[in-house]
């Protein structure tokens, strides 16, 4: 008896259930269609090229295509590793990201406090808009402006060293200056830019916490200390993992238009391979493969530094 | 009555005025004193920029000038400007970034209004699919082949179409409908008879001016600058946009004037600095004059595509 009560009820529930996912539906119809546009896009953009990754496991010739080129497992992979170039492209990879990463964390951190503290407000507001102008030069008029100033013979650098009688070294043609140049022209594009996530986060802090800092006779430097920088640090954690997930993206299209070839041994990085590899040579398969490598690495420390974060800090992306 | 009498006009920080100590005094310095440093390092690389590309080119090359134009000259225009290329990639780039916005506003607001709605059957998975592209991708090769395939290679479209989504202003426009946009209004409209999309359209539009900005904005500083799809789809060079041309002047250092009968290849090199310099001014002039008034909105599109959801 109360066996059948119960099942009645579940049947009910599920037929109420199914009525409510019709109800739903229909009314989720509309909204389908103003997904459709992005849905069609992201298809044929996004998700049809991701079958493509079969190529990286063929070796795949156009006149075949993808259903009937024949498949080599992992010997397009193999042929990277054993290449001369996989160490070359990998340990460049490696040095710009880590490199940048050490110095684009703090350094919006600082510039969003040093502002925080500023109380006229006027020179304050100029400060931060100033700083955040060079963010919209294009990477192509960058890297412009980079070859430009570092000019040896009439760069503007050059120029400044010769009024203190220096001589200024051909950065460019230096590989071992390449990273340098790199990671410290995109502090003076994105510092002021990458602060903003910090300014809001910090204009968010309860004034209270200072006053009664004050109080107790704080100084700025031990208010900035024990209040600021324990609030920012959810943000600085969540900004960190979602960089380090992208590690292996370093901005490929600015060293591509700063290499050379005379800097090619500490400018060649994975993602530059990859195109020269793939669009210059046509070695299709062994581009998408070394691609493929590139992509897994960023999963995986992307994952990896999530699942440290939510350990020790408990945040997390997901 | 003392209290109300304390409380200040503004929110700032240091409400009560406690003389401050010596350390802090410092610290201001010190503060002050490093902003304007910075402030400086910002500024002077691009006042030197304009200010070289109108004067002599071998001023500039020897180093006589630092702060103010010498010998005024517009050389490195003349030059520029005597390029038809030069005007036609600069229509190309307002046509691309003109059509190529607002193609993109119409793919991808409607879609982040749809993912904000709490009653969409398969919201959960609907979004996992618009997140993934934003960490896997087919890679460079097998995309090219896909834009080869459906026939756009050295097409005007290509710069427009196939990379108008775009997850992250997606998300920007979902969290900012989720947030402004109350579900009561929609509700409302509901009891008076409207569907779904005459509310979209006629209602929750013209709510969304802030949005519609930032995604725009975005979007379009982004096909401003966009310069390797060009590279790599778009061989014809009457389709190439600005920053493909800006390339040869500022990167491959190629020569564009043919004419180079009787002049010393020093001058030929002085001359092509000049086009370096105006070419970064007539490419850049254009975001930098409008940023002081947009900038809010650039911010503003910060903060939304930060907001986890």
Known sequence: MAMQAVQTDGALRKAMKKKHRKTMLRKSLPLYVLLLPSAILLLVFAYVPLYGLVMAFQNYSPALGVFRSPFVGFQNFIQYFNSYQFGITLRNTLYISVYSLVVNTPLPVALAIMGNQMRREGFKKTFQVISYLPHFISTMVMCGMVLIFLSPQTGLVANLFHLFGAKLPDLMSDSGAFAHVYVWSDVWQNLGWNSIIYIAALSGIDPTYYEAATMDGATTWEKIRNIDLPMLMPTIMILLIMSVGNLLNVGFEKVLLLQNPLNLAGSEIISTYVYKIGLQNFQYSLSTAIGLFNTVINIILLLGVNWISKKTTDTGLF | ?309
């Open chain 2, 1 to 309: 009555m003392e209290l109300t009498k304390q409380k200040p006009k503004r929110r700032t920080q240091h409400v009560t005025h406690i003389a401050r100590s010596g350390k802090d005094r410092a610290f201001d310095i010190v503060n002050y004193g490093f902003a304007i440093l910075l402030i400086l390092a910002i500024i002077y690389p691009l006042w030197f920029i304009i200010i070289a590309s109108f004067s002599n080119p071998s001023d500039v090359a020897t180093g006589q000038v630092w702060f103010w134009p010498k010998h005024w000259s517009l050389k490195g225009y003349e030059a520029l400007f005597n390029q038809p290329i030069i005007w036609r990639s600069y229509l190309n780039t307002i046509l691309y970034t003109g059509i190529g916005t607002l193609f993109a506003l119409l793919v991808n607001i409607p879609a982040g209004y749809a993912l904000s709605r709490d009653d969409l059957l398969g919201r959960k998975w609907i979004n996992l699919a618009y997140v993934i592209p934003m960490f896997i991708s087919g890679g460079l090769v097998p995309v090219y082949l896909t834009v080869k395939g459906v026939g756009l290679l050295n097409s005007f479209w290509v710069m427009i179409i196939p990379f108008a989504v775009s997850p992250y202003n997606i998300i920007v426009a979902r969290t900012f409908f989720k947030q402004t946009i109350p579900a009561s209004l929609w509700e409302a409209a509901q009891v008076d008879g409207s569907g779904t999309f005459r509310y979209f359209f006629q209602i929750v539009i013209p709510l969304s001016k802030a949005v519609l900005a930032v995604v725009g904005l975005w979007t379009a500083v982004g096909i401003w600058n966009q310069w390797f799809n060009a590279l790599i789809y778009l061989q014809d060079q009457n389709l190439q946009p600005l920053q493909l041309i800006l390339r040869r002047i500022l990167i491959t250092n190629q020569q564009l004037a043919g004419n180079t009968t009787g002049q010393l290849a020093a001058e030929l090199q002085q001359l092509a600095d000049m086009m370096k310099y105006a070419s970064i001014v007539i490419s850049t002039l254009p975001i930098m004059a409008l940023y002081p008034f947009l900038q809010k909105y650039f911010n503003q599109g910060v903060m939304l595509g930060s907001v986890k959801g």
